[in-house]
């Protein structure tokens, strides 16, 4: 497939697999983006999860008192981040996103994982790896909801092209409220040779695609390291990443329409992996 080794298809139940042991590559230098943070959930977990700097953050003056507030401004202090109390037309100004909802923060951008890094448990003895690779989604909305979704439902990691595709802007980190700072995401040249590294490191890979061979619903893969693929808005897989996964899945549906929203079709497939981790006690 592609010219990468043939490998036997996963049939239900398939056994676990090692893959070759692989010498770890420096980190990369490079950043994945999000210095500009709006959105109360948003710059709210960002000084909660303290995992990048946040050195500033903005709230406009004249908005209601709410908890949440309260809370951003107390984080703000704790985070030793400067707080600012700007003009409302200021600050929609140097908003990025329709409803930032009278705050944003500026902070140092997320760092880019390596992809060979996503493939190791994060501890020792720890649960296999649980990925999501996106091949060209473009829509920030969408980007932020799988974001988002792959928090709830125990994604390890997060696979994103290079190019063609959206990355972490401000209305990303809004529309993930928050899951951008809990989630490892690599940035991969291109989605065929990271599936093919995927494969190398004894991932299972697992596409989706309204004519998938199997139901995503009758896959056991829960207690393997694997990778949830998702297609782009409109044309889905693109050939040759369809050709690299080992398992082509869809979900049935029983309405007269043919497939759903990329994100709602992530939200159903991750969280069925996670219920049968779950039940695996993986």
């Known amino acids: 497939m592609g010219g990468r080794p043939r490998r036997a298809r996963p049939r239900v139940g398939a056994a676990g697999r090692e893959g070759p042991a692989r010498r770890p590559r420096q980190a990369q230098a490079r950043s994945l983006g999000g210095e500009q943070v709006e959105g109360r959930q948003a710059v709210r977990e960002l000084l909660a999860a303290r995992t990048r700097r946040t050195r500033e953050v903005w709230i406009a003056e004249g908005t209601e008192p709410s908890p949440a507030l309260r809370e951003i401004a107390a984080l703000a202090g704790r985070s030793r981040a400067s707080l600012r109390w700007v003009g409302r037309g200021q600050l929609d100004k140097a908003a990025r996103t329709d409803a930032p909802q009278g705050v944003l923060a500026r902070a140092d951008p997320l760092p880019e994982a390596d992809l060979e890094a996503l493939v190791r448990p994060r501890r020792p003895g720890g649960q296999p790896p649980f990925l999501m690779v996106l091949d060209g989604v473009t829509d920030p909305h969408n980007l ?3 974001l988002r979704t792959a928090v709830g439902a125990g994604v390890t990691g997060v696979v994103l092209p290079r190019h063609r595709a959206a990355h972490v802007t401000p209305a990303v980190t809004k529309a993930a409220a928050g899951a951008v700072e809990h989630l490892p995401m690599a940035v991969a040249a291109g989605i065929p040779s990271a599936l093919a590294t995927l494969a190398g490191s004894g991932v299972w890979t697992v ?76």
């Open 144 to 146: 932020g909801a799988l």
């Open 207 to 282: 596409g989706l695609a309204e004519d998938g061979d199997r139901s995503v619903f009758d896959l056991e893969l829960a207690d393997q390291a694997v990778a949830v693929v998702l297609g782009s808005e409109g044309r889905g897989l693109s050939r040759l990443v369809r050709a690299r996964c080992d398992v082509v899945a869809a979900i049935p549906l029983a309405g007269p329409l043919s497939s759903l929203n990329v994100a709602a079709a992530g939200a159903i497939a991750c969280f069925e992996f996670a219920r049968r981790r779950g039940e695996r006690g993986v």
